[in-house]
């Protein structure tokens, strides 16, 4: 039981799947006279893509993992739960922060170009947050760490904003990684004070699903005086989709403990059918779907989506063992954060270089093709760093 839990590989092969898709369609964006069902709905639309479900899936599985990373944690005698938290979501939010400025880089007004200064960005990253084997002596990880650190420094003394009105370092939005390191704070501090009792796990969510409807509709008022003291919850959906994940996999062990493994199957498909209805019900008086405008429909759709997706998952892998269908794109869940930032090496190099692809990778069935086989290079790049023991950790 307790191997069975130090590793469940349906959430590595979701997590895999997600990270994968979550290249492609990042890569996909602005490529012309692709399917417009697989990007991003304009904000104003009432739709839904697949660009739109991969950022929930996402923070679903971050909730996936908290209750099993706990018990890893805990059955491994490393009892810094509540320490680990916070240094996670302060890395989460601090690389999202300058992820989001990276946006706003004013290459007119600093002294380098674009790519170069995100580069050097992502490199400082990597000597901060690098894995260091147990092998590495106390004082080269220093080294390495204050080099990435003086390096981050002087990227940030040489920052300057395109934003009217700033002229520095500023906070525009949270960035992804920084959204996600908030909605793991606040889900993980319920999980931790909460000893992961089931009903808790359910009562967050649920809260945090009709907070969400609170915050754009205010149908509920005796939840609007709390929004000013929860700011750090924004409008509830990122953490509505994290505490999902937070109960799916409490109950995954309840049940698996009780042998009772398969009625969580019939609970997952019950609770997406109930999700689907709810978010189809507030589409026609919410505005319809938006993630741009996180929309309750958003919420609940993705998230019955999420669920289904993840019994599918549990089907494939857990049950029928199937996890070697995975394999090629096995890094994008095992070594998910470096698989995230490698991409942030690679733009900004490819810019520098000035090498083109030909024509037909531009556009239409060639650029999907061009974006498919960037998504399994990253992918292949990032397991090509973990064996040469190169990897981030946060």
């Given amino acids: 039981m307790n191997d069975f839990f130090s590793r469940v590989r349906s959430i590595d092969a979701f997590r895999a ?13 602005g490529i012309p006279n692709t399917p417009n069902w697989l990007k991003h709905a304009g904000e104003n639309v009432d739709a839904l893509g697949l660009a739109d479900t991969i950022f929930p899936a996402f923070l679903f599985i971050v909730g996936l993992s908290i209750p099993f990373a706990f018990q890893n944690r805990l059955k491994s005698g490393n009892y810094k739960l509540l320490s680990r938290i916070v240094s996670r979501s302060f890395a989460l939010i601090f690389i999202g922060f300058y992820h989001a400025n990276m946006e706003t880089y004013n290459e007119v007004t600093s002294i380098l170009p674009k790519p170069v200064w995100e580069s050097l960005v992502t490199f400082s990253f990597f000597f901060i947050f690098l894995d260091y084997s147990k092998d590495t002596s106390n004082l080269k990880r220093y080294l390495l760490q204050g080099f990435g650190v003086a390096l981050l420094i002087a990227m940030s003394v040489l920052y300057k904003t395109s934003d009217p009105g700033h002229t520095w370092l500023h906070f525009t939005w949270w960035g992804i990684l920084g959204l996600i390191g908030w909605s ?36 509920l008022d005796f939840l609007s005086g709390l929004q000013k003291y929860v700011w750090i919850a924004g409008n509830g959906a990122m953490q509505a989709f994290t505490m999902a994940g937070v109960f799916v ?29 709810m978010g189809f019900i507030v589409r026609y008086f ?27 998952f549990i089907f494939v892998v857990d049950f029928k063992h199937k996890y070697s269908w995975f394999k090629i794109i096995e890094p994008a869940g095992t070594n998910t954060f470096t698989c995230y930032i490698v991409p942030f090496l690679f733009y900004p190099m490819y810019e520098m270089s000035n090498l083109g692809y030909p024509e037909y990778l531009s556009q239409g069935t060639g650029g999907l093709i061009k974006c498919i086989i960037f998504a399994f290079v ?14 981030l950790k946060i």
């Fill in 17 to 29: 799947v997600t990270m994968f898709l979550m290249i492609f369609v990042n890569d996909l964006d």
């Fill in 184 to 219: 793991y704070l606040v889900c993980a501090l319920i999980y931790y004070y909460s000893s992961g009792h089931l009903w808790i796990q359910a009562t967050a969510w649920i809260f945090f699903m009709f907070f969400n409807i609170d915050f754009h509709f205010g149908f």
């Fill in 249 to 277: 996999s409490v109950l995954y062990m309840r049940l698996k403990v009780n042998n009772e493994l398969k009625l969580l199957w019939a609970a997952l498909i019950l609770i997406a059918i109930i999700m689907f209805n």
């Fill in 286 to 312: 919410s505005g319809g779907i938006s993630k741009a405008r996180d929309t309750p429909s958003w919420v609940l759709i993705c998230t019955g989506i999420s669920l289904i997706t993840y019994a599918i």
């Fill in 378 to 391: 990253m992918v292949w790049l990032t397991g090509l760093l973990d064996k040469i023991n190169i990897r």
